[in-house]
């Protein structure tokens, strides 16, 4: 049996880990800074201009060496050597895993089934950046010789949420006479609101689909069409109003969309991976293709670091790691990510995708049932909003949360004295739920005793503190790939393939065999469990009361 395929906790860094964790899991937060004062400079790392703060983690250096130990027994290194070689490394869809490629300077070379696909992205690059150019001067005319001044990108998931995360998220440095809208649901409203007060001569469409066949996508696509042609009236309209991103030339043809309007991507670009690759074409609009290459540098840079770092001062790793950690020592469910950064406000979204649909598997990749938790569930908001809803429970609940902070030392919107309180928030936050407040401490307050337990702060609630100097198209490429990264880290520990989805198709074709039974004029015969029956006759009654 090599390495590789021994069951993860049969592993003996595993079973070390085990036993360590029952003389760290008893140890307070307090303790560990008491017992070293720099502590804090210590579990510290900086790389690439990203400052990992990790020591309000309940571990320890021998943590840490363990850790490593069991991403080096995982076989890490050689998955990410696999993976940065352009191997197959997806073996469900039998596909390469090359996001990494999408970032790439020129003059790399990396190769897919024996070819460069570097000149192939820079092309596509090229060709995205000369179109957002001709948006962005006014060079692109609608169909009536109008200026376009609205840009609607339509997808939905990875053709979606990485759009519109890192246009909210590169604001301060967008073009602000356009503006940017993105529709995915497939819930009319969703369309409805994001036209309400558009022109159609003045509006250009983005429709992006790796597959071109999504339900949402197309439904949405096809009334775009008929809303632009109601003004339009004619069908040639359509090549000056819609562009397409997609690997499928064929559909996106059938759909009447030139192809010489398309900018394509390839299969080895998964869903949630491809913020970089076309897809990011209506944030290139919004930016500039400039700034749009300075997050793909960011990006870049942090493949760099994950791919040669030495796993005790990677920062990717150390966070998958830590992830670990927590989800199958210490029971954690759910991991919050709190940026404190209202531009960041759509990144914990983002991130739901990119961790919970990568490594929310509960079969390894040779396909056994597996017997430990695999992806914690994502989730948070920015600060400091959060604080005044759900902190609550984070401080004082019966769950154990790790916390992902991220702030920046220099704001975008400098107005005195905004930017010091958030941060003064976020430090606060990550020393308190660290180091808590005892008993002792709140009596002497001069609380009375019967009220002490309920403003008694256990503490010991561990969190990661990131900072940057300043959000910049850079930095935001640097995080994201900070999390691709962490989240290929956990995979390869759980033996699982993060690259598939298998478990989103079920009630897609389920919800295809509900539509004609919906949309049939005379009572279908439906032959579904008793409660889905029911569901659609009452549906089917009460729609058209
Ligand atoms: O349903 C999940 C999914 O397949 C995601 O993985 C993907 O990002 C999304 O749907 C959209 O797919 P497409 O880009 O092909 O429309």
Known sequence: MSTNSVYLTQRPAWKALEEHYLTIHSSHLRELFADNPQRGEQLALEAIGLYLDYSKNRITKTTIELLVSLAEEAGLRERIDALFRGEKINITEGRAVLHMALRAPRDQAIMVDGVNVIPEVHAVLDKMAAFADQVRSGDWKGYTGKRIRNVVNIGIGGSDLGPVMAYEALRYYSDHNLTMRFV????????????????????????SSKTFTTLETMTNARSARDWCLRVLGDQQAVA????????????????????ANMFEFWDWVGGRYSMDAAIGLSLMIAIGPEHFRAMLAGFHAMDEHFRTAPFERNLPVLMGLLTVWYSNFFGAETTAVLPYDQYLKRFPAYLQQLTMESNGKYITLDGSPIGYQTSPIYWGEPGTNGQHSFYQLIHQGTKLI???FIGFCQTLNPISPHHDLLMANLFAQSEALAFGKTAEEVKAGGTEDWLVPHRTFVGNRPSNTILAERLTPETLGKLVALYEHSVFTQGVIWQINSFDQWGVELGKALANRIIPELQSADDPQLTHDNSTNTLIRRYRAMRSK
């Open 184 to 207: 995915s649901n497939i819930d009319g409203t969703d369309f409805i609101e994001a036209i309400r007060d558009l022109d159609p001569t003045e509006t250009l469409f983005i429709i």
């Open 402 to 404: 790790p916390c992902d």
């Open 240 to 259: 000056r109003h819609f562009v397409a991103v997609s690997t499928n030339a064929a559909e996106v043809e059938k759909f009447g969309i030139d192809t």
